[in-house]
């Protein structure tokens, strides 16, 4: 029988543990430097870059430091101090030390800046802003508090499973303790734009601080309490921009879109995600294989030592002509080109899609286009590499790496098995 998720994981739709490892316990984010990540370029971007400006080499590469603070504060903090306007391929969670790399796409150079929170650092140029498919994925190097000495020795029993884990999309895809961005895009999808913004503002749940649950109630009624926008702190500047819209008379969607654009793409996304983690929880409870095709799934190839994915194809029970590659069962993502096949993925996603009332055409936004979805797919099986542990005085050492997308997170929840997600570092 698999091992219930805590209730703040069904909340984001991951209902089950994967493995049955009893958890050795322990805290993680105890302190900002407790947590590294660094990002994981692609080496062709990498090898094209210039330590000096040319003709063909013309956008500026820049390495972001950051502690404390998330990516898109991080970056909207560095345009008021420099003017820089910076694209990032990964966002990166303000409970952490993290190094990330972004581009500007225009000539304006700025060598190195030091905010304290924020370190920005001129690597050279390149011939191309960063993109997306730059990112290969992300190293971690995490420290675990306070486990359980009695069981850190069974830790090859968890070794054993590491490459049968359930790839779902950890917490902080959904808010963290306040898991409301996927509420917000389905509300946003329903075309409910007024529904979307009274939950941006005052939604909680009981997993809010007091302060956010009592800053929250008295946003109810903004109009009647403009004063309230100096009450509102730095943190929550999603919600002064949406008061201070409101209090202009702007109507639903213009009061949105005061919100930064790679902040609101993450509202319908996150209730892809949802969708996806409430498929893979029925996936985990019934036994699937999680890293072994079926008839008519749809896979990537994947090549054993490597963190990028290949083509996308449909089962075949010929084994690839190339014995260092190996194929991933794969999980769609809903989108407006949904179309479900006959796999055993696709008829579960197809029957939640009903369960909430949406169907493909909801994620094409005509009132608010920017924001329309395609769909995806992503590997079903977390894919983890180069897993070390070391044993300390009073915590253990853990270090690994990630393809893009995959939440370091989804692996220390099963290896902690924590009784209280948020208490732990969550």
């Known amino acids: 029988m698999k091992i219930s998720s805590p209730d703040i994981d069904k909340l984001a739709g991951i209902e089950y543990y994967t493995t049955e490892f009893e958890g050795i316990g322990g805290t ?23 330590p000096e400006q040319t003709a063909s080499n013309i956008f500026p590469v820049y390495e972001i430091r950051k502690k404390g603070i998330d990516s898109s504060h991080a970056i909207l903090t560095l345009r008021k101090k420099t003017g820089l306007d910076l694209k990032i391929v990964g966002i990166k969670d303000a409970k952490a030390t993290t190094i990330q790399y972004a581009s500007s796409s225009t000539r304006k150079v700025i060598k190195n800046i030091d905010l304290g929170k924020i370190k920005l650092t001129l690597v050279g140029y390149s011939r191309k802003p960063i993109e997306k498919n730059n990112l290969v994925g992300n190293t971690f190097e995490i420290r675990i508090v306070e486990p359980k000495r009695d069981k850190l020795d069974n830790i090859s029993q968890f070794l054993y499973d ?8 950890g917490l902080q895809r959904f808010g963290s303790e306040r898991l409301v961005t996927h509420l917000v895009g389905k509300a946003i999808l329903e ?33 009647s309490n403009p004063n309230l926008l100096h009450e509102i702190p730095p943190g929550m500047d999603i919600e002064k921009n949406l008061a201070q819209a409101i209090l202009r008379g702007k109507d639903p969607i213009s009061a949105l879109r005061t919100i930064p654009i790679n902040i609101r793409r993450l509202f319908v996304q996150a209730f892809q995600a949802y969708l996806f983690n409430k498929t893979l929880s029925v996936a985990i409870r019934d036994d699937f294989s999680l890293n072994i095709p079926e008839e008519n799934d749809l896979c990537f190839d994947v090549y054993d030592d490597s963190l990028i994915f290949g083509k996308i194809r449909k089962y075949e029970k010929e084994k690839p002509t190339d014995s260092r590659i190996h194929r991933l069962p794969i999980i769609r993502l809903p989108g407006y080109s949904f179309q479900p ?23 094409f936004i005509k009132e608010m286009q920017e924001l329309s979805e395609s769909g995806g797919f992503r590997q079903a099986c977390f894919v983890c590499k180069n897993f070390k542990h070391k044993k300390e005085e009073n915590s253990l050492l853990v270090g ?4 893009k997308g995959s939440y370091a997170t989804i692996l220390l929840r099963e290896l902690i098995k924590p009784a209280n997600p948020i208490e732990s570092g969550f």
Not at 162 to 169: A, H, K, M, P, T
Not at 211 to 223: C, N, Q, T, V, Y
Not at 346 to 359: A, G
Not at 400 to 403: D, E, L, Q, R
């Open 341 to 363: 096949g006959k796999n055993r993925f696709d008829k579960i996603l197809k029957e939640f899609m009903k369960s909430e009332n949406m169907t493909a055409k909801d994620f």
């Open 162 to 169: 590491i490459n049968n884990l359930g790839n779902y999309y």
């Open 191 to 223: 075309r409910k734009f007024d529904k979307a913004t009274e939950i941006l503002m005052t939604c909680t749940t009981k997993y809010d601080s007091k302060f956010s649950r009592e800053i929250r109630e008295k946003l109810r009624d903004i109009k």
């Open 400 to 403: 690994f790496s990630v393809p």
């Open 28 to 50: 993680i984010k105890k302190n900002t430097e407790d947590f590294h990540v660094q990002e994981i370029i692609n080496d062709i971007f990498l090898s094209q870059i210039s």
